[in-house]
């Protein structure tokens, strides 16, 4: 089994920045992708960003330019530097990764999820 430890979230204002982490432990043989989805009250569940195992990244268009996903493989950690902030940011933003795990192969494991709130 693998477990996704997510950290970072929190209030903050317009404007401002956020740096969310999200470490992985257990039976990883490999990380192949990893990511952010956020999901706000009464939305769909949506792709943020994505980062692949060679440093590849994709970007949600509506925090292009903003947000920054980056990786540490030594670590098996993920993280989001999220700069100039808005309100229609605010939501539960989950952690994904694609694993191949030593005793399960191939596995899509999600984070619990860390509440990001921006006020005007």
């Known amino acids: 089994q693998v477990q996704l430890v997510e950290s970072g979230g929190g209030l903050v204002q317009a404007g401002g920045s956020l740096r969310l982490s999200c470490a992985a432990s257990?039976?990883?043989?490999?990380?192949?992708?990893m990511g952010w989805y956020r999901q706000a009250p009464g939305k769909q569940r949506e792709l943020v960003g994505k980062?692949?195992?060679?440093?590849?990244?994709t970007y949600a268009s509506s925090v292009k330019g903003r947000f920054t996903i980056s990786r540490d493989n030594a670590k098996n950690t993920v993280y989001l530097q999220m700069n100039s902030l808005r309100p229609e940011d605010t939501a539960v933003y989950y952690c994904?990764?694609?694993?191949?795990?030593?005793?399960?192969?191939?596995?899509?494991?999600w984070g619990k999820g860390t509440l990001v709130t921006v006020s005007s």
């Open positions: 994904n990764v694609d694993i191949i795990d030593y005793d399960l192969g191939r596995m899509d494991y």
């Open positions: 980062i692949t195992a060679g440093g590849t990244t």
């Open positions: 257990g039976s990883i043989f490999r990380l192949n992708a």
